[in-house]
C-alpha cells in the first residue's frame, strides 16, 4: 500500500463501462488527473522540484491525457507513460532499509482536506454521534496513508481532535462524548506543542484551534441564550475547551520566542469574566428591549 498512487490505480482498473454515459466518465476521469497535477506538481515534499525532468515529464503526459481523456485502461501506451512520469516523481529515498517509497498529496493543505475526509469515515452512517465498532482495526489501516499523504502523529491528533469536535457540533451538541474526546486530543496537542513544530503544522494548528474557541465563544459570551437549561455538560466542556485553546494559542511555540519569560497571567479567570460579563450585559439588553415594548406600541398608537 506505500508503494501505491491511488489515483492512477483507479485509472487503470476502473473502465468507461462502469459508468452511465461517456461524460460521467469524462469528469471522473479528470478529477482524477487533477488530483495527481495537485498532488505531485503543486505540493511536492521536495521543494524546488518543479521545474525538474520527472515533473516535466508529468505535466506533458497530464495534458495528454487531459486531450485524450478516453484513452485508459492498465495496456494502453498514454497510461503506461502516465504511470511512469507519476511514479517517478512521486518516488523518493526513504531513510529507512526498505528502500524508496512512494509520496502523493503530501503538502499541505491537500493532504490534511484528504485525510479529513477518510478519518470521517470513522463515524457510524447510522448513528453520527457513535465510532465505528472497528475503529481499532480501521485505524491502523489508515495510518498506512501517512507515507503517502505526509501525516505525521501532530496532524493526525489536530485532524482527529477536528473530526470530533465538528460531529459534535454537526449532531446537534448533544453528544458531550465527542466534546471530551475533543478536549483530550487538544490535551495531547498542548503536550506536543511545547516542541518543535513544523510550520506546515503550526498553521495547521492555528487554523483548527482559531476555528474551535472562535464557535465556542460565540456560545459562551451570551451563555444564557446558548445553554437556557443551565451549565450542563456541553456548556462545561465548551468552556473547557475554550480556555484550552486559548491557551495552547498563546504559548511560545516559535524558536524565537521560546528564551523570553511573559508575565505569568490568569488566563481562565480573565476569559471566564469576560464571558460572564458578555453574557448578563446580553440579558439586561433583551430586558431593557421587552419593557420599551408596551412604551414602542402606545407611541406607534398615539401617531396614527
Known sequence: ???????????????????????????????????????????????????????????????????????????????????????????RPSNSEAGDVVHWIDGYPLNVHLYLAIIGALFDTLDECSVIDEIDEVMELIKKTWVMLGINQFTHTLCFMWILFRQFVLTGQKETDLLRAA????????KDAKREVQPANLQLMTAILGAMQSWAEKRLLAYHDSFPEGANGAMEGLLSVSLLATEVLQQDISQDYR???????????????????????????????????????????TSQ
Do not use: C
Open 183 to 190: 478536549e483530550s486530543q487538544m490535551t495531547d496537542i498542548q
Open 1 to 91: 500500500m506505500e508503494q501505491m498512487l491511488v489515483a492512477l490505480e483507479l485509472l487503470q482498473n476502473i473502465p468507461a463501462s462502469a459508468f452511465k454515459d461517456l461524460n460521467e466518465h469524462q469528469h471522473w476521469l479528470k478529477r482524477q488527473l487533477r488530483l495527481l497535477e495537485a498532488g505531485l506538481l503543486a505540493h511536492p515534499l521536495v521543494r524546488g522540484d518543479s521545474g525538474g525532468v520527472d515533473a516535466l515529464r508529468l505535466r506533458q503526459k497530464l495534458k495528454e491525457m487531459y486531450d485524450k481523456s478516453s484513452d485508459t485502461g492498465k495496456n494502453t501506451e498514454s497510461m503506461q507513460a502516465l504511470r511512469s512520469a507519476a511514479m517517478g516523481q512521486a518516488t
Open 259 to 301: 528564551h523570553r519569560r511573559k508575565p505569568e497571567v490568569n488566563l481562565a479567570s480573565g476569559r471566564i469574566e469576560v464571558y460572564v460579563h458578555s453574557s448578563i450585559t446580553t440579558v439586561f439588553a433583551q430586558v431593557h428591549q421587552l419593557s420599551m415594548l408596551p412604551y414602542v406600541a402606545l407611541q406607534y398608537n
